[in-house]
């Protein structure tokens, strides 16, 4: 089975920078559409990123020029760099994979996409 698993969030002050890190097993990340999304208490789950297997990118417009979506294919591993966080990015962030399609159908994120237990995100004022 897929296998995905987060990491890397934690606690930083506006204005701060982390990398996650999804880690892929069972399957070859540079196959499939990835991204991440992320969800805040009491909120919809809200697309972040894509990455195609072909290396183009798609970025949420609360995100793009502070977010950058990257893989490593040696290493099956799905990364987002996050710069300039704002206390708005706080929430839970989650990897996903699309093993149905070589394509990206966009930022929204199906129920039949497969993903981790997240990493929690938490930027503070």
């Known amino acids: 089975q897929v296998q995905l698993v987060e990491s890397g969030g934690g606690s930083v002050q506006a204005g701060g920078s982390l990398r996650l890190s999804c880690a892929a097993s069972?399957?070859?990340?540079?196959?499939?559409?990835v991204g991440w999304f992320r969800q805040a208490p009491g909120k919809e789950r809200e697309g972040v990123a894509t990455?195609?297997?072909?290396?183009?990118?798609n970025y949420a417009d609360s995100v793009k020029g502070r977010f950058t979506i990257s893989k490593d294919n040696a290493k099956n591993t799905l990364y987002l760099q996050m710069n300039s966080l704002k206390p708005e990015d706080t929430a839970m962030y989650y990897c996903?994979?699309?093993?149905?399609?070589?394509?990206?159908?966009?930022?929204?994120?199906?129920?039949?996409?497969?993903w981790g237990q997240g990493t929690q995100v938490t930027v503070s004022s």
């Open positions: 996903w994979a699309d093993i149905r399609t070589w394509r990206c159908l966009g930022l929204r994120v199906y129920d039949y996409y497969y």
């Open positions: 990455i195609e297997s072909d290396g183009s990118t």
């Open positions: 069972e399957y070859t990340i540079h196959n499939y559409c």
